[in-house]
């Protein structure tokens, strides 16, 4: 008797576990086919089966061309900071900017929708520049204005840069969007702050606090379309094309109110 419940007792948990594992695979499949894409809208570029062998985790095809190199990503391998300011004669840096003043400010601080240059890291100044010159960075003036510096222009304009006093803070916004602080893991977006100052520091990464919000959510949406293409890795394009238009405008805003902007060393001003 006591054997024949036993049997029973052991069945009835089989059969429970069957159908719980029955139940994963069912979930399994919804998450994977029907609420992934949802929320990353790149899941099932390509088709259904793409879907299918990514989530199986196996190619699609098994051999494939090796891909032709991008002209226009950036020949700039990483640059150590103290070797660019060893190498970069402020006071000549301070002359070659005279030509710079009318978009990017006498003090390195523009009040236009370009960068603000004043304290910028001199191996981002450098890397840009040398982009603008080699024509992996696309802009008409700047690539014009780069095509004429040699090597060591470009170091001494960076040293110059990176030594002026960067614009006062004024304080940081009630509210830090999500993606600066936490990112979205579900969409492999790393924290902005991780790269660009809060959190960490990544050598090549722009300080962004003040800059034009015009400018910031113009460049991420250059990222996004492929237009501009000289971030190391595609980091950039990667985070860039999986955010919405709302996260590029609720991050530009953040970055661009976390500094006075055309008012050098000035405080800011008392609430009224």
């Given at each position: 008797m006591s054997a024949h419940g036993g049997g029973t007792f052991a069945s009835a948990g089989v059969r429970r576990s069957l159908l719980a594992l029955a139940a994963l695979a069912v979930v399994a499949v919804l998450v994977a086919f029907f609420w992934l894409p949802r929320v990353k809208p790149d899941f099932v570029q390509g088709g259904l089966w793409d879907a299918i062998c990514r989530a199986a985790g196996v190619p699609r095809n098994w051999s494939a061309a090796v891909p032709r190199d991008d002209a226009q990503a950036s020949r700039v391998a990483s640059v150590f900071t103290s070797t660019l300011a060893a190498g970069g004669d402020v006071g000549h840096g301070g002359t070659l900017a005279l030509r710079c003043t009318m978009c990017h400010g006498a003090r390195g601080v523009s009040s236009s929708d370009v960068p603000n240059l004043a304290g910028q890291y001199a191996e981002v100044t450098y890397k840009q520049l040398t982009d603008y010159k080699n024509g992996q960075r696309r802009h008409a003036l700047m690539q014009g204005l780069a095509a004429g510096l040699s090597e060591q222009d470009i170091r001494d304009l960076a040293a110059f840069y990176a030594q002026l006093p960067r614009p006062s803070p004024a304080g940081p916004p009630t509210e830090v969007p999500k993606l600066v602080s936490v990112g979205d893991p579900m969409r492999n977006i790393a924290p902005c702050a991780t790269c660009h100052g809060g959190i960490d520091k990544k050598?090549?990464?722009?300080?962004?606090?003040?800059?034009?919000?015009?400018?910031?959510?113009?460049?991420?949406?250059?990222?996004?379309?492929?237009?501009?293409?000289?971030?190391?890795?595609?980091?950039?394009?990667?985070?860039?094309?999986?955010?919405?238009?709302?996260?590029?405008?609720?991050?530009?805003?953040?970055?661009?109110?976390?500094?006075?902007?055309?008012?050098?060393?000035a405080a800011p001003e008392p609430a009224r």
């Open positions: 050598p090549g990464s722009p300080w962004l606090d003040g800059m034009s919000q015009a400018y910031l959510a113009a460049q991420m949406q250059q990222f996004a379309e492929g237009a501009r293409r000289n971030d190391t890795l595609g980091a950039m394009r990667n985070i860039a094309r999986q955010m919405r238009p709302e996260e590029v405008d609720a991050v530009a805003r953040y970055y661009a109110t976390r500094a006075i902007i055309g008012h050098e060393g």
